[in-house]
Protein backbone atom coordinates (compact mmCIF):
# COMPACT_ATOMS: atom_id res chain seq x y z
CA UNK A 1 0.00 0.00 0.00
CA UNK A 2 1.41 3.15 -0.86
CA UNK A 3 1.24 5.50 2.19
CA UNK A 4 3.11 8.91 3.61
CA UNK A 5 2.77 9.12 7.37
CA UNK A 6 3.55 12.50 9.26
CA UNK A 7 5.24 12.74 12.66
CA UNK A 8 6.80 15.58 14.32
CA UNK A 9 4.19 18.30 15.07
CA UNK A 10 4.00 19.74 18.37
CA UNK A 11 2.88 23.25 20.26
CA UNK A 12 5.99 25.24 20.75
CA UNK A 13 6.67 28.77 21.14
CA UNK A 14 6.92 31.50 18.71
CA UNK A 15 10.72 32.04 17.90
CA UNK A 16 11.11 28.01 18.10
CA UNK A 17 12.25 25.10 16.00
CA UNK A 18 10.51 22.06 14.87
CA UNK A 19 11.42 19.18 12.76
CA UNK A 20 8.58 17.44 10.87
CA UNK A 21 9.06 14.00 9.43
CA UNK A 22 7.22 11.89 7.02
CA UNK A 23 7.68 8.45 5.86
CA UNK A 24 7.35 6.82 2.40
CA UNK A 25 6.09 3.28 1.97
CA UNK A 26 4.63 1.32 -0.99
CA UNK A 27 6.58 3.01 -3.73
CA UNK A 28 10.06 3.78 -4.69
CA UNK A 29 10.73 6.62 -3.02
CA UNK A 30 14.22 8.42 -4.49
CA UNK A 31 11.89 8.12 -8.08
CA UNK A 32 9.77 11.30 -6.88
CA UNK A 33 9.61 15.14 -6.14
CA UNK A 34 8.34 15.10 -2.86
CA UNK A 35 6.13 18.45 -1.08
CA UNK A 36 5.25 19.68 1.99
CA UNK A 37 1.57 21.69 1.68
CA UNK A 38 0.13 23.34 4.61
CA UNK A 39 -3.45 24.44 5.85
CA UNK A 40 -4.28 27.09 8.83
CA UNK A 41 -6.92 26.09 10.89
CA UNK A 42 -10.33 26.57 8.60
CA UNK A 43 -8.50 27.56 5.87
CA UNK A 44 -7.25 27.08 2.52
CA UNK A 45 -4.31 24.90 1.27
CA UNK A 46 -0.83 26.75 0.83
CA UNK A 47 1.92 25.04 -0.97
CA UNK A 48 5.42 25.45 1.67
CA UNK A 49 7.99 23.99 -0.10
CA UNK A 50 9.29 21.23 -2.79
CA UNK A 51 13.11 18.76 -3.30
CA UNK A 52 13.54 16.77 -6.30
CA UNK A 53 13.86 12.96 -6.43
CA UNK A 54 17.74 13.40 -5.51
CA UNK A 55 17.48 16.44 -3.16
CA UNK A 56 19.57 18.61 -5.56
CA UNK A 57 17.16 20.97 -5.98
CA UNK A 58 14.73 22.90 -3.41
CA UNK A 59 12.01 25.30 -3.57
CA UNK A 60 10.32 27.31 -0.77
CA UNK A 61 7.51 29.77 -0.80
CA UNK A 62 8.22 33.20 0.02
CA UNK A 63 6.17 32.70 3.67
CA UNK A 64 8.82 30.09 4.55
CA UNK A 65 11.95 31.30 2.52
CA UNK A 66 14.74 31.62 4.88
CA UNK A 67 13.03 29.62 8.27
CA UNK A 68 12.35 26.48 6.61
CA UNK A 69 14.22 24.36 5.16
CA UNK A 70 13.16 20.95 3.53
CA UNK A 71 15.36 17.29 3.32
CA UNK A 72 15.07 13.48 2.23
CA UNK A 73 17.18 11.06 3.03
CA UNK A 74 16.44 8.09 0.27
CA UNK A 75 18.03 5.23 1.68
CA UNK A 76 15.54 6.33 4.94
CA UNK A 77 13.06 6.70 2.65
CA UNK A 78 12.14 9.73 4.48
CA UNK A 79 11.29 13.51 4.21
CA UNK A 80 12.07 16.31 6.69
CA UNK A 81 10.80 19.79 7.09
CA UNK A 82 13.23 21.88 9.67
CA UNK A 83 11.42 24.98 10.72
CA UNK A 84 13.27 28.01 12.46
CA UNK A 85 12.14 31.39 13.49
CA UNK A 86 8.59 29.82 14.01
CA UNK A 87 5.60 32.30 13.64
CA UNK A 88 1.88 32.12 15.25
CA UNK A 89 0.99 32.36 11.32
CA UNK A 90 2.94 28.75 11.05
CA UNK A 91 0.08 27.06 13.21
CA UNK A 92 -1.25 24.79 10.88
CA UNK A 93 -1.78 20.86 9.65
CA UNK A 94 1.26 19.91 7.59
CA UNK A 95 1.19 17.65 4.74
CA UNK A 96 3.55 15.89 2.92
CA UNK A 97 2.58 14.94 -0.31
CA UNK A 98 4.28 13.05 -3.37
CA UNK A 99 4.51 14.19 -6.85
CA UNK A 100 2.80 12.35 -9.48
CA UNK A 101 5.60 14.04 -12.23
CA UNK A 102 6.97 16.88 -12.81
CA UNK A 103 5.03 19.15 -11.11
CA UNK A 104 1.61 18.49 -13.09
CA UNK A 105 0.32 17.60 -9.26
CA UNK A 106 0.42 15.42 -6.05
CA UNK A 107 -0.82 12.08 -6.50
CA UNK A 108 -0.27 10.56 -2.95
CA UNK A 109 -0.63 12.54 0.81
CA UNK A 110 -0.81 11.68 4.50
CA UNK A 111 -2.73 12.84 6.76
CA UNK A 112 -0.66 15.30 8.56
CA UNK A 113 0.73 16.33 11.60
CA UNK A 114 -0.26 19.77 13.69
CA UNK A 115 2.03 22.62 14.38
CA UNK A 116 0.70 24.68 16.96
CA UNK A 117 2.90 28.06 17.54
CA UNK A 118 1.36 29.63 20.88
CA UNK A 119 2.81 31.32 23.79
CA UNK B 1 2.93 34.69 -5.96
CA UNK B 2 -0.74 35.49 -5.37
CA UNK B 3 -3.06 33.01 -4.91
CA UNK B 4 -5.31 30.95 -7.58
CA UNK B 5 -9.32 32.94 -6.99
CA UNK B 6 -11.72 30.33 -6.95
CA UNK B 7 -15.62 31.22 -5.83
CA UNK B 8 -16.27 30.37 -2.44
CA UNK B 9 -18.80 28.31 -3.27
CA UNK B 10 -20.95 26.68 -5.81
CA UNK B 11 -23.94 24.34 -5.22
CA UNK B 12 -25.85 22.35 -6.98
CA UNK B 13 -28.89 19.89 -7.27
CA UNK B 14 -28.42 15.91 -8.10
CA UNK B 15 -28.24 14.97 -11.29
CA UNK B 16 -26.79 18.63 -12.71
CA UNK B 17 -23.13 19.66 -13.87
CA UNK B 18 -21.73 22.18 -12.02
CA UNK B 19 -18.15 24.30 -12.91
CA UNK B 20 -15.48 25.67 -10.48
CA UNK B 21 -13.40 28.52 -12.02
CA UNK B 22 -9.88 28.92 -11.29
CA UNK B 23 -8.08 32.47 -12.52
CA UNK B 24 -4.71 33.55 -12.70
CA UNK B 25 -2.20 35.09 -14.71
CA UNK B 26 -0.19 34.12 -17.56
CA UNK B 27 2.62 33.58 -15.35
CA UNK B 28 1.11 30.21 -13.67
CA UNK B 29 -2.35 28.84 -15.29
CA UNK B 30 -2.17 30.69 -18.88
CA UNK B 31 1.33 29.66 -18.71
CA UNK B 32 1.41 26.08 -18.62
CA UNK B 33 -0.68 23.18 -18.27
CA UNK B 34 -0.07 22.30 -15.22
CA UNK B 35 -3.03 22.74 -13.37
CA UNK B 36 -4.32 20.14 -11.26
CA UNK B 37 -7.81 20.01 -8.90
CA UNK B 38 -7.47 18.41 -4.85
CA UNK B 39 -11.03 17.43 -3.96
CA UNK B 40 -11.02 17.22 0.33
CA UNK B 41 -13.93 16.43 2.56
CA UNK B 42 -14.18 17.60 6.32
CA UNK B 43 -11.18 16.34 8.51
CA UNK B 44 -9.96 14.30 5.48
CA UNK B 45 -6.52 14.81 3.13
CA UNK B 46 -7.22 16.20 -0.28
CA UNK B 47 -7.23 13.69 -2.90
CA UNK B 48 -5.96 14.59 -6.30
CA UNK B 49 -9.04 14.37 -9.26
CA UNK B 50 -7.13 16.17 -11.79
CA UNK B 51 -3.70 16.82 -13.03
CA UNK B 52 -1.83 18.25 -16.06
CA UNK B 53 -4.92 19.91 -16.97
CA UNK B 54 -6.84 17.32 -18.35
CA UNK B 55 -5.86 14.09 -16.63
CA UNK B 56 -7.55 11.82 -14.01
CA UNK B 57 -6.26 9.13 -12.00
CA UNK B 58 -6.48 5.81 -11.81
CA UNK B 59 -9.59 5.20 -9.92
CA UNK B 60 -11.35 8.85 -10.54
CA UNK B 61 -15.29 9.40 -11.44
CA UNK B 62 -15.06 10.19 -14.91
CA UNK B 63 -17.66 12.61 -14.25
CA UNK B 64 -14.49 15.06 -13.19
CA UNK B 65 -13.01 17.03 -15.96
CA UNK B 66 -10.84 19.90 -16.62
CA UNK B 67 -9.97 22.37 -18.91
CA UNK B 68 -8.39 25.63 -19.66
CA UNK B 69 -9.23 28.66 -21.11
CA UNK B 70 -6.33 31.76 -21.42
CA UNK B 71 -5.74 32.30 -17.69
CA UNK B 72 -8.79 30.25 -16.29
CA UNK B 73 -8.94 26.88 -15.72
CA UNK B 74 -11.88 24.73 -14.96
CA UNK B 75 -13.52 21.57 -12.85
CA UNK B 76 -16.46 20.38 -14.37
CA UNK B 77 -18.31 17.88 -12.37
CA UNK B 78 -21.45 16.26 -14.02
CA UNK B 79 -24.11 14.14 -12.75
CA UNK B 80 -23.69 16.02 -9.12
CA UNK B 81 -23.83 13.37 -6.66
CA UNK B 82 -24.19 13.57 -2.85
CA UNK B 83 -20.47 12.51 -2.14
CA UNK B 84 -19.47 15.67 -4.10
CA UNK B 85 -19.94 17.67 -1.59
CA UNK B 86 -16.55 19.54 -0.48
CA UNK B 87 -13.94 21.15 -0.72
CA UNK B 88 -12.51 21.50 -4.02
CA UNK B 89 -8.42 23.49 -4.45
CA UNK B 90 -6.73 24.73 -7.92
CA UNK B 91 -3.26 24.58 -7.69
CA UNK B 92 -0.89 25.37 -10.48
CA UNK B 93 2.86 25.60 -11.84
CA UNK B 94 3.63 29.07 -11.39
CA UNK B 95 7.51 28.56 -12.61
CA UNK B 96 10.89 28.37 -10.93
CA UNK B 97 10.88 30.64 -8.30
CA UNK B 98 7.75 29.48 -6.55
CA UNK B 99 6.99 26.63 -8.34
CA UNK B 100 3.67 25.80 -6.92
CA UNK B 101 0.58 28.24 -6.04
CA UNK B 102 -2.95 27.02 -4.84
CA UNK B 103 -6.62 28.65 -4.98
CA UNK B 104 -8.95 30.59 -2.62
CA UNK B 105 -10.82 27.29 -2.49
CA UNK B 106 -14.26 26.65 -3.82
CA UNK B 107 -17.09 24.76 -1.12
CA UNK B 108 -19.54 22.96 -3.18
CA UNK B 109 -22.87 22.04 -1.87
CA UNK B 110 -25.25 19.72 -3.15
CA UNK B 111 -28.77 20.88 -2.66
Redesign the interface.
Known amino acids: EVQLVESGGVVVQPGGSLRLSCAASGFTFDDYTMHWVRQAPGKGLEWVSLISWDGGSTYYADSVKGRFTISRDNSKNSLYLQMNSLRTEDTALYYCAKDISGGSGMDVWGQGTTVTVSS | ?S?LTQPASVSGSPGQSITISCTGTNSDVGGYD?V?W?Q?HPGK????I???GI?R?SGVSSRFSGSKSGNTASLTISGLQAEDEA?Y?C?S?AG??????????TKVTVL
Do not use: K, R
Not at chain 2, 45 to 48: F, G, N
Open positions: QALSYQAPQLIYAEPDFCYVTTPLVFGTG
